[in-house]
């Protein structure tokens, strides 16, 4: 099993083996009001390959509707 976080913010990914390099990442993009979300991103190998579980972690977006 193998784990990686993926930043995506405006449509590009990045990504990062360190939570806290991740996280820095993360909170930089949000604090220019970009639309970013931060994933926990998790392989598992098996028989036919890889299969892949997301988590999501955080969201910060701009352009969200307020209620």
Do not use: H
């Amino acid at each position: 099993m193998e784990q990686k976080y993926r930043v995506e913010c405006n449509y590009g990914s990045r990504y990062f083996d360190c939570a806290a390099k991740a996280f820095e990442y993360y909170k930089q993009k949000k604090s220019l009001n970009m639309d970013v979300e931060i994933w926990l991103v998790t392989y598992i190998r098996n028989d036919s390959g890889y299969a892949t579980r997301q988590e999501l972690l955080d969201y910060s977006s701009s352009n969200m509707p307020k209620c």
